[in-house]
């Protein structure tokens, strides 16, 4: 039986992060998205997802290189809210919660 696929929905601001992004970083970032949320969004045994505490509805964060995607899971949907450099990853922390 093959693994059930999740959309994957990248929110405007989302898409607004990726264009700044050099192309190759775009890419990379687009890549790790694709690979580890279209099956698993919530990381079962593995280390670059990660379900953050003290948030509701729940939030995730994928590590990419040096850049976090932030989402959400909403049915069969995974809503990629942000795409930040991890040292700018607190001040969206801090405005999300």
Avoid: C, W
């Amino acid at each position: 039986m093959e693994p059930k696929k999740f959309n994957i929905v990248f929110a405007g601001s989302a898409q607004r992060d990726l264009e700044r992004f050099e192309a190759e970083t775009a890419l990379q970032v687009v890549k790790d998205i694709k690979s580890h949320l279209e099956t698993s969004p919530l990381g079962f045994r593995k280390t670059r997802i990660k379900k953050l505490t003290g948030f509701s509805p729940p939030l995730y964060r994928l590590r990419s290189g040096d850049f976090r995607a932030y989402y959400r899971i909403l049915a069969h949907k995974v809503i990629i809210l942000t795409i930040t450099h991890k040292k700018d990853s607190e001040k969206f922390l801090k405005k999300v919660k």
